[in-house]
C-alpha cells in the first residue's frame, strides 16, 4: 500500500457567525463570534447541546455555507467553497445506492477526473485502508450499517484531504460498532496525521478521540470550553476506564450543564 | 420438531411465471369459444379464435397486415422517440426551474385534459394525411406521463445525496449525469412504460382521423368495404401484440440500463 501523504492542514476559525432567515423579520442566528484554531495532526472533538450548531460549524468549514461574517482559514488560505483538501463524513453513509462499494469509494476520484487505471488502483488500497476489500462489488442495501460508514470515510480520505470533518459518523450505529470504529478511525489516523474535527454528542467519544474537546455553547453557538485531553497514545477502549478519563468527563458535564440549563 | 418448508409462491420462478401465463391464455380462449357457442353468434358477429387465428395467419402471410403494421409502428416509433426525448427535458425543466413550472404547466395540464380524439381531426387538417400528423398526435399522447414521471423523479432525489456531489465539487453536468439520472431512472421508465402504449393508441385515432394506411385504417376497413370481421379482431390482435412488442422493449432497456448504472 502506498502511503498517505501527510499533509499539513492548520484551520483558523475567526468571528464565524451564521444566520439563517426564517421568513419572519429575525433570523435565526446558528453560530455568532465563534473563534478556534486548529492545529496540523490534531484530533478535535466537538461537543455541544442540541441546536449549537456543530453541524452548522461543520459546513462552513467544509465549504458549503459560507458565514455572515468572519472567516474560515485552511493553511491561511480563505475557504469559499468545497475544496479537495478537506474530506467529509456525513452521519448518514449518503452512498449512491446503484453503485457498488467500489465504485462508491472511487466517486470522488470519478468526478475529479482520474484515469480507470489510477481509479481502480487508489480505491484498492482505501478498501483494504478501512477493511471493506471482500465488499467491493456489494451494493450498499447489502452491506452492514458499520460497513457503509466504513465505505463512506473510505471515499471521504480518496483525494488525500488534509482536513477530515466528521459529524456524527458513527452515531447511528450499534455501541460495539461505534468503538470499534472509533478505534479504526484512531489507528487510520495515525497513518496519515490528518486533520480531524469530529462532531460528537458522546462524552466518552469526544474523550477517547480528541487532543481536544471543544464545549460549544446553547444557540447562538460559540466556544466555552476548550479542554486538552491528556490521555497518551496510542489509546485503547481500556483507556475510558483510566481517572483522567473520568475527571475530564465531569469537566465536560460541568461545562455543557453551565449552557444547556 | 420438523420445520415446515417454506410456503412456495404461487407462479414464482422462470417457468412458473410461463406456466402460469401459459394457464391464463388457454383459460382466455375456452371462455372465449364457450360464448360463441353458448350464444351460438354468427362469424360476424363474434368468430372463434380459430377462425381469428387463421386470418392473422393468412393476413400477414398474404402482406395485407404486415402492410399496414409497417406504417403504424413508424409513427409509432418516431412519435414516441420525439414525444418521450422532449417530456425528459421539460420534465427535468420543471422539476429544477420554478420559472419554467409556471410558465410550462398550466399548458401541459389543459393538453393532457383535452381529448386526443378531439384534437386528432384538427391536427389531421393542418399536417394532411401523411405520417406528421400521426408523429404528432403520438408525440402528444406521449408527453404528459413521461415528462410528469421524469419531474417526480427528478425531485425526489435525494437532497442528501446532492449536497455530497456538491461537496465533492462536481459540476451540473457531473451531478445530471452521475447522480439525477440514475437516480431518476426507475421513474421515467415508469412513464415511458405508459407512454409506449399510449403511443400505439394515439397512431390508431390519428389514423382514424385521416389516413390511407395504417392498421387503425385497416380497422375500418375490414368493418366496412371488405366487412371482414376475422380480419377485424385479427388486426386487433396485432395492435395489441405490437403493444406488447414495445412494452417488453421498453422493459429489457430498463432494465439493461438500470444494471449499467
Known sequence: MSEIRAGVGRLDLAGIRVAFPTGRDESLVALDDLNLRIEPGQIVSLIGPNGSGKSTLLRVVAGLLRPDRGEARLDDESIIGPDPRIGLVFQEPRLLPWRSAARNVGYPLELAGWSRHDRDRRVGELLELVGLEAAAQVIPGELSGGMRQRAALARSLALQPRVLLLDEPFSALDELTRERLNVELLALWARTSTTIVVVTHSISEAIFLGDRVVVLSERPGHVVADLPVSLPRPRSLATLDESIASAMGREIRANLAGVAA | ?261
Open chain 2, 1 to 261: 420438531m420438523t420445520a415446515a418448508p417454506y410456503p412456495a409462491q404461487a407462479g414464482g420462478g422462470r417457468v412458473g411465471g410461463l406456466v402460469t401465463a401459459a394457464a391464463g391464455l388457454v383459460a382466455f380462449l375456452a371462455l372465449w369459444k364457450a360464448i360463441v357457442i353458448v350464444g351460438n353468434y354468427p362469424s360476424f358477429i363474434l368468430p372463434p379464435p380459430e377462425t381469428v387465428v387463421a386470418r392473422f395467419v393468412s393476413g400477414w402471410s398474404d402482406g395485407t397486415i404486415g402492410r399496414h403494421a409497417g406504417t403504424t409502428l413508424l409513427e409509432v416509433a418516431l412519435g414516441f422517440g420525439a414525444g418521450a426525448s422532449t417530456a425528459i427535458v421539460v420534465g427535468y425543466g420543471l422539476a429544477r426551474s420554478r420559472l419554467v413550472e409556471r410558465l410550462v404547466s398550466p399548458y401541459i395540464v389543459a393538453a393532457q385534459a383535452t381529448p386526443i380524439l378531439a384534437l386528432a381531426p384538427l391536427l389531421a387538417l393542418w399536417f394532411g394525411p401523411g405520417l406528421t400528423a400521426k408523429v404528432v398526435i403520438c408525440a402528444l399522447i406521449v408527453f404528459f406521463p413521461v415528462a410528469i414521471s421524469t419531474m417526480v423523479g427528478i425531485r425526489a432525489v435525494d437532497a442528501r445525496l446532492l449536497e455530497l456531489a456538491r461537496s465533492l465539487r462536481a459540476t451540473r453536468r457531473q451531478v445530471l449525469v452521475t447522480l439525477e439520472i440514475p437516480a431518476a431512472m426507475p421513474s421515467i421508465f415508469g412513464g415511458l412504460r405508459v407512454g409506449v402504449t399510449l403511443a400505439v393508441v394515439g397512431a390508431i385515432v390519428g389514423e382514424w382521423a385521416g389516413s390511407e394506411r395504417g392498421l387503425g385504417v385497416l380497422v375500418n376497413l375490414a368493418r366496412g368495404s371488405l366487412f371482414d370481421i376475422p380480419l377485424l379482431f385479427a388486426t386487433l390482435l396485432t395492435i395489441a401484440l405490437l403493444g406488447i412488442v414495445l412494452y417488453a422493449l421498453v422493459v429489457i432497456v430498463e432494465r439493461a440500463l438500470l444494471r449499467a448504472r
